[in-house]
């Protein structure tokens, strides 16, 4: 059997390891009294030292267990103790913040009527899913910076997502707008006075197509309300990430979170699925239990995007060359550049971690082998000879289609994204979150269990420290545990205070939560 390490290695080990930082050193005399004292000792005294050094040494390294062993596509690693905090935030660390970003009842509303407002804004929502649910509360905050009408948002397909999803295909319209009635208009359709609505889709006459990424409340206010109040509708597009978040008012963040979490519910038959999907998840064992969500980004398209090199034959690293010189032949190029791209990447953990490497960050955190695991994640990059390290640890790990009949799912299988919609919300009613790379779903979930309150686990593994560990070959099973286990004891969705050009995606507190 082998020992677990990464294909890659950085070329020097790692200073940090235990093994590398006493190099040279005796493990039984201070360095400074092996110098000074060294022309004291007679040649009898120094053959002594050395061999019990030699001794000590050689005992050490017998008893230290490597990683993990890998017998074929198994892999074997330690047992570690659970923590008594293995399911849950400590409920002292959780208990000084409450959300406070709900619509207040009984306020008397200053809105003006529909047709009294600044003009209507027109938006296109691209992307999948959740790219789209970020483009919704954006629209919502800036129809209330200029005090404008809000139609409402088209979800736009994308040459990825191939989805026609409606607006009311997937959020409950009715909800949305009743219940963001005093903070904004919206409407659900062109208003019928504009009679070429092509227009809207295709005229440049009718559309704000420079507004920067991130841009301030100002520059609507300065920028793009005279355009509409001399129109009367315009189009915004692009509209992905084109406002900021800390400059703008902390009545419009909060105003976002109102809608994020509040004002946007999916439908009423996802909603129920959803549930019954996480209730099996909760009674897997004939009693219940809890069940982990493992959002699990290793698709073709996400590896090939990473640029970053993986475990494979010389096959798999052929055709996956020919894939990213034909789908980013401008980051390609020639190719000869991509190796020491993908060394850095790796070493600053910017790459997507593989099953393999999340079944071991798993087992040194003390999940054990009995975990129910729910794995939301699109078709994995090796099928599944990628996923047997994670599926022979985890046995009990299942998707929604493992979960659910065919003709329970075949109901949502006519909109992508109402697939995705349960996949959102099994992994948010999950007891412990697991992202294993970065995107809008898991900044989303993770920013929603913390305004839930903070309880719940949400962990964002420390990738730059998978890549050392697994690229020094003299880290010991204990210390790499033990290294996890600290790393992360502040990575799990603790609350955080925001900080300038911070996500309010994935962290609401300041602007949304209120102290307890």
């Not at 008012?249 to 109102?258: A, K, M, S, V």
């Amino acid at each position: 059997m082998a020992e677990l390490r990464h294909s890659i290695s950085f070329g020097s080990r790692s200073l940090s390891s235990p093994m590398k930082r006493d190099e040279g050193a005796s493990p039984l005399i201070p360095d400074n009294q092996l110098s000074d004292d060294d022309d004291r000792h007679s040649s009898k005294d120094r053959d002594l030292i050395a061999g019990l050094i030699s001794i000590f040494s050689i005992v050490n390294k017998l008893n230290s267990a490597y990683l993990c062993q890998k017998e074929g596509i198994i892999l074997h690693c330690p047992h570690v103790k659970e923590s008594p905090s293995l399911w849950e935030n400590p409920y002292s660390a959780t208990t000084s913040w409450k959300p406070c970003a709900e619509r207040r009842d009984g306020v008397i509303s200053e809105l003006p009527p529909e047709n009294e407002t600044n003009g209507y804004i027109f938006i296109h929502a691209e992307g999948g899913l959740n790219q789209q649910r970020i483009v919704i509360c954006n629209a919502v905050a800036v129809a209330k910076i200029m005090d404008a009408t809000l139609i409402l948002p088209v979800l736009k397909q994308d040459q990825i997502w191939k989805d026609q999803t409606k607006f009311e295909d997937i959020f409950d319209v009715d909800h949305f707008i009743d219940y963001l009635k005093d903070d904004v208009q919206i409407v659900r359709d062109i208003p019928e006075w504009f009679t070429d609505k092509s227009e809207l889709f295709s005229s440049i006459r009718r559309t704000v197509k420079n507004i920067p990424k991130y841009a301030p409340a100002q520059f609507y206010i300065d920028n793009v309300l005279p355009r509409i109040k001399e129109k009367k509708i315009m189009a915004l597009k692009p509209f992905v990430d084109r406002l900021g978040y800390d400059n703008v008012p902390p009545e419009i963040n909060r105003l976002r979170c109102r809608v994020n979490y509040h004002a946007l519910k999916f439908l009423p038959d996802i909603e129920q699925m959803a549930d019954l999907l996480a209730s099996r998840m909760r009674n897997r064992t004939g009693s219940l239990n809890p069940y982990m969500a493992l959002h699990l980004r290793f698709e073709k398209g996400m590896v090939g995007l990473s640029f970053c090199d993986f475990v494979g034959t010389r096959e798999e690293k052929a055709k996956m060359a020919e894939y990213r010189k034909k789908e980013w032949p401008r980051r390609y190029k020639n190719g000869s550049h991509l190796w020491q791209l993908a060394l850095q990447k790796r070493k600053e953990g910017r790459c997507p971690l593989e099953p393999g490497e999340v079944a071991v960050l798993l087992r040194a955190m003390g999940y054990p082998k009995e975990t129910q695991i729910y794995v939301a994640s699109g078709q994995v990059y090796g099928g599944q000879n990628r996923m047997a390290p994670l599926r022979n640890m985890f046995p009990n790990l299942v998707t929604k289609e493992e979960l659910a009949t065919k003709n329970e799912l075949d109901g949502f299988r006519k909109h992508v994204t109402s697939l995705a919609a349960l996949d959102f919300l099994v992994c948010l009613k999950s007891d412990v979150f697991v992202m294993t790379h970065g995107g809008n779903f898991a900044k989303l979930i993770i920013g929603a269990r913390r305004y839930m309150g903070h309880r719940h686990k949400s962990i964002k593994p420390d990738k730059g420290l998978m890549s050392k560990s697994f690229g020094d070959p003299y880290m010991g099973w204990a210390t790499f545990v033990e290294d996890v286990v600290v790393t992360h004891q502040t990575r799990t969705g603790l609350p955080e205070e925001t900080f300038p050009n911070y996500d309010l995606w994935e962290n609401p507190l300041t602007p949304c939560m209120c102290k307890a």
